[in-house]
């Protein structure tokens, strides 16, 4: 099991994240509710990368444990948060979805068991990029599949933490 739960029974696992340089540290507790891989062009040059990868977290147990990110991206609604000094990606919040938060999966301490369940924005992914995900979305899935995607991601994760 790759979440870290305290010595009490049925402790709800928790994750310690934060950015390159350690001067913004997270903590994210509670059972990943979906994990995914965005091949959108803004998470592409955000990232760096071909995609960016982030798992949902119950936003209840999420707390920045020290420094003071900043909002990066585009300045709107999703809100993107950075690391000030050395502009690490962290995590991103939804207006009015509160219940969870955008983890970036590869600024955890412990990514491992973290694969992306789903892939989003397959309309504008590298030709060449690929995933494990289990269900592919041209954009992103409809709200009506959410709970049926968080549903299935926790049945494949049924005793793994």
Same mark, same amino acid.
């Given at each position: 099991?790759? @979440? ?14 934060? %950015? ?9 507790? =509670?059972? #990943?509710?979906?994990?995914?891989? %965005? ?6 040059? *955000? ?9 949902? *977290? ?22 993107? $948060?950075? %690391? ?10 939804? @207006?009015? *979805?509160?219940? $969870? ?7 955890? @301490? @412990? #990514? =491992?068991?973290?694969?992306? $369940? ?24 409809? *709200? ?18």
């Amino acid at each position: 099991m790759t @979440d870290r739960a305290d010595a009490r029974a049925g402790a709800e696992p928790v994750r310690d994240g934060g %950015c390159r340089c350690g001067r913004v540290r997270f903590r994210a507790s =509670g059972r #990943p509710l979906l994990t995914m891989a %965005c091949h959108c062009t803004g998470c592409q040059r *955000m990232t760096g990368g071909a995609f960016s990868l982030s798992t949902a *977290m119950p936003g209840a147990g999420f707390a920045v444990t020290a420094g003071q990110p900043v909002e990066g991206g585009l300045h709107g609604n999703p809100h993107h $948060f950075f %690391c000030p000094d050395c502009m690490s990606w962290l995590f991103t919040r939804v @207006d009015g *979805m509160d219940a $969870f938060v955008n983890v970036r999966t590869t600024v955890l @301490d @412990d #990514p =491992g068991g973290l694969d992306p $369940f789903i892939e989003t924005w397959t309309s504008e992914k590298l030709a060449w990029a690929t995933t494990p995900a289990r269900h592919s979305f041209p954009g992103f899935p409809a *709200m009506a599949d959410y709970a049926a995607l968080t549903e299935a991601y926790a049945q494949s994760r049924a005793g793994s933490g």
